[in-house]
């Protein structure tokens, strides 16, 4: 069967993978590594879907204590929340992460011990975040440079930003040079 024009389908190659996952040593351990993409904007759309539950987590912690029962049932219990509650939070880490981050960052121990003044997991999420802010700034950057290069001979600007010349309604009029 021959295909027409209106079924004729066109075979593109488009590599929309340059997705480059960054490897990352915790604590200066080579054996102890993630994979993050820290080029991920989605990032934020996970963060702001788990920022109520991260919140609610949080709050469990404060009725750990409350109806445990006596002696060794009491010690069961307490022990038997705090492990649901770790891993209730390193499930929420990984999603947020898009990758098995929490047993990496934080192999033994709890999410929820003090460190510095904070909960671990807060440190864990602070400490990552920051990696992916300075990676999106640096690539927003090469973006910014790369636009301005190729439009600076549309839109008068010079590519050292000394001056920006603005266009009011197509007519060429100067409004303003910065």
Known sequence: MALTKKDEVLDVELDLTPIKKQRIRINGDFNNTIELNLSDLNIVNRLNESYKRLKDLTGEVGKLTENLGEGDEAFDNLAERLKELDRKMRDEIDYIFDSKVSDACVP??????????????????????????????????????RINKKTSKYTGKKKNNVWVTYFHNNTGTVVGDT
């Open 108 to 145: 033994n121990g709890n999410m929820y011990d003090p460190h510095d003044g904070e909960f671990t997991f807060e440190h864990v999420i602070e400490a990552l975040a920051k990696l992916y802010s300075t990676n999106l700034g640096k690539e927003f950057q090469q973006m910014r440079e």
